[in-house]
C-alpha cells in the first residue's frame, strides 16, 4: 500500500532557529500534499496545499513566511519552521495525495524551549 | 464552507460493548466522507470511506452509512476491543468520487476500551 514517511518524528529546537520536517512517499507520486497541525487533544487544521512544483496555497491565518512549504518533486516536500517560538510547539502531520487517495505521514512533534 | 460535527467524548466502554460515534456534516456539493482513526502518537489512519450516498464503509469490524437525507455517516462496531482504544475523526473531502480535494475534519472522539 501507500506509504508516507515523515521525519523526524520529533524535534527539539531552541526559540529564534528553524526546524525542517520532510514528508516522503515512498511507493507512489503524491500529486498534492496537505499540512496538517494538530494541538493536544484537538483537531487537525489544514494548513496549506502544495502540488509539486508550485507555490503552496496557505489557510486563512497561516503565516506563509512563518511556515515555508517547498514541494519540489512528486515524492518529497517539506515544510520548514523559521525562526520558531514556543507557540508553534505541536504536531504536526502531512498527508499527500494520489492515486491511492490520502496517505497520511506519522505526524512529527516539535517542541520549542 | 464545510464542517464535520462529531460527538462529543471522550467514550469509555467495556470490551465487547457496542460502540456508536455520531457524526454529521455540513457541505455543497456530493462530498466523499472518511472515518480516520489515530493512535497515541501517531499519524492517521484510513479505516473506512464512502463516496456517494447510500454507501456503506466497512473495516476491521466497524461499518458507517453515508446517510444524505440526514447528512450523516455514523461509525459503529458491534463489539469492541481494548486494541480499539484510540481518537477517531470523522472527515470529508470537498471533492466526491475518486477526487481528492481538501479534507475537514470533525473535531475526534476519544475512545477508551475497558478490558
Known amino acids: 500500500g501507500a506509504v508516507v514517511s515523515q521525519h523526524p518524528s520529533w524535534v527539539i529546537c531552541k526559540s529564534g532557529t528553524s526546524v525542517k520536517i520532510e514528508c516522503r512517499s515512498l511507493?507512489?507520486?503524491?500529486?498534492?500534499m496537505f499540512w496538517y497541525r494538530q494541538f493536544p487533544k484537538q483537531s487537525l487544521m489544514l494548513m496549506a496545499t502544495?502540488?509539486?512544483?508550485?507555490?503552496?496555497?496557505?489557510e486563512q491565518g497561516v503565516e506563509k513566511d512563518k511556515f515555508l512549504i517547498n514541494h519540489a518533486s512528486l515524492t518529497l516536500s517539506t515544510l520548514t519552521v523559521t525562526s520558531a517560538h514556543p507557540e508553534d510547539s505541536s504536531f504536526y502531520i502531512c498527508?499527500?495525495?494520489?492515486?491511492?487517495?490520502?496517505?497520511f505521514g506519522s505526524g512529527t512533534r516539535l517542541t520549542v524551549v | 464552507g464545510n464542517s464535520v460535527t462529531q460527538m462529543e467524548g471522550p467514550v469509555t466502554l467495556s470490551e465487547e460493548a457496542f460502540l456508536t460515534i455520531n457524526c454529521t456534516y455540513t457541505?455543497?456539493?456530493?462530498?466523499?466522507l472518511f472515518w480516520y482513526v489515530q493512535y497515541p502518537g501517531e499519524g492517521l489512519q484510513l479505516l473506512l470511506k464512502a463516496t456517494k450516498a447510500d454507501d456503506k464503509g466497512s473495516n476491521k469490524g466497524f461499518e458507517a452509512t453515508y446517510r444524505k437525507e440526514t447528512t450523516s455517516f455514523h461509525l459503529e462496531k458491534g463489539s469492541v476491543q481494548v486494541s480499539d482504544s484510540a481518537v477517531y475523526f470523522c472527515?470529508?473531502?470537498?471533492?466526491?468520487?475518486?477526487?481528492?480535494?481538501?479534507?475537514?475534519f470533525g473535531q475526534g472522539t476519544i475512545l477508551t476500551v475497558h478490558p
Open positions: 472527515a470529508l473531502s470537498d471533492a466526491g468520487g475518486t477526487s481528492y480535494g481538501k479534507l475537514t
Open positions: 498527508s499527500a495525495s494520489g492515486n491511492y487517495g490520502y496517505t
Open positions: 457541505a455543497t456539493g456530493y462530498p466523499s
Open positions: 502544495s502540488n509539486e512544483g508550485s507555490k503552496a496555497t496557505y
Open positions: 511507493d507512489f507520486q503524491a500529486t498534492t
